[in-house]
């Protein structure tokens, strides 16, 4: 018979305690460090990416982030479409509704911010143009298969005119204020530092800012393919974590936020505070996104005056990262199932 006694107990127990600290540390999981190649636009609108960077809350979560830079959302993710040592884009919903005709094997892993106001028409005077309505005929250039195309139609539209009714020239966003100073064009369609750029070289009585008269509301993604969606689910992670800490330090301390991006943009920081009110810097994947899709699947189908099938824009969100790490953040109905073309 086995007597227990106080000495029996005392061994119990320390028997006890060194299994369960085995267990514990076998079960943890030892964090390796990975990289990751952020093909990003150089905007204001990936600001948590740039604070992120700024304030080592990638190197926190053991990444190591290489970023290439582009000038429009559009440029980024077609790039990583094509070269698979990109691992994740920035991007904004068109070219994103441009991209799913094609079928192209990528997904929406989060909503980055999304902004009002932020796209505007910029017009010579010299040309005639005086109101909206005087574009009419007008050459006018924008990054085609982008947010700024989309908006241009909207922005038309509410004069009752249409692209068909003005002269459109696809330019790289980089490549608009050049365009536009040389006289090429006579107004621009473009969102900030492009439009600021130009205001700064341009007698002020030379412009015309012509800003919708309804708001539109741009939302700007983080997108990957879905080969990587699914092999390396742990890492987008790890990659939202660190933005989700950037997101609460912006909150926190707006003005030092403002100063990180300004330097990361190299930009007057004169411009970030006069647009800074105009963006919501969320990580998150809001219902609203697949309405604003849709809607622009619609319009580009018109466009193109092609009868192509609106794609379900579920199988193009794969929320299992962000709800891991931020459940709250995910309004998305049935996000978590899949959806069928």
């Not at 106080?6 to 990975?34: H, P």
């Not at 609460?248 to 647009?275: C, F, G, M, T, W």
Request: charged fraction near 25%; glycine fraction near 2%; hydrophobic fraction near 40%.
């Amino acid at each position: 018979m086995f007597i227990i006694n106080k000495q029996n107990l005392s061994l119990q127990r320390l028997l006890i305690l060194i299994s369960m600290l085995l267990l514990s540390s076998c079960s943890e999981k030892v964090e390796s460090e990975i990289d990751i190649t952020l093909a990003a636009e150089m905007s204001l609108l990936p600001a948590t990416v740039w604070v992120a960077e700024s304030k080592g809350f990638f190197k926190k979560h053991k990444i190591n982030l290489t970023i290439r830079e582009f000038d429009s959302g559009r440029n980024a993710l077609e790039t990583m479409l094509k070269d698979k040592s990109i691992n994740i884009s920035t991007v904004a919903q068109t070219p994103v509704v441009f991209n799913s005709f094609k079928s192209e094997p990528y997904v929406i892993v989060a909503a980055m911010a999304h902004s009002l106001d932020y796209i505007k028409v910029l017009a010579r005077k010299d040309r005639g143009i005086k109101s909206p309505n005087d574009l009419k005929g007008k050459k006018i250039g924008a990054t085609v298969r982008s947010t700024g195309h989309y908006f241009l139609e909207s922005f038309l539209s509410n004069y009752d005119l249409s692209l068909k009714d003005v002269d459109l020239k696809d330019v790289n966003a980089s490549q608009l204020k050049a365009k536009f100073l040389a006289g090429e064009l006579d107004a621009i369609t473009t969102w900030e530092p492009y439009i600021y750029d130009v205001q700064t070289v341009m007698n002020e009585d030379q412009l015309i800012l012509l800003i919708s008269p309804t708001p539109f509301r741009k939302d700007f993604f983080f997108t990957v393919s879905k080969t990587y969606a699914k092999e390396k689910s742990e890492d987008i992670k790890r990659f939202l974590k660190a933005l989700i800490e950037a997101e609460n330090y912006i909150r926190q301390n707006p003005k030092q936020a403002q100063e990180i991006v300004a330097k990361r943009l190299k930009s007057d920081i004169a411009l970030i505070k006069r647009i800074w009110h105009a963006f919501q810097f969320e990580i998150e994947l809001e219902q609203s996104i697949l309405v604003s899709l849709e809607d622009e699947a619609i319009w580009a189908n018109e466009l193109t005056s092609n009868d192509r099938k609106i794609p379900n824009y579920l199988n193009y969100i794969d929320a299992e990262p962000l709800l891991s790490v931020k459940p709250f953040a995910v309004s998305i109905i049935h996000s978590h199932s899949k959806g069928k073309e």
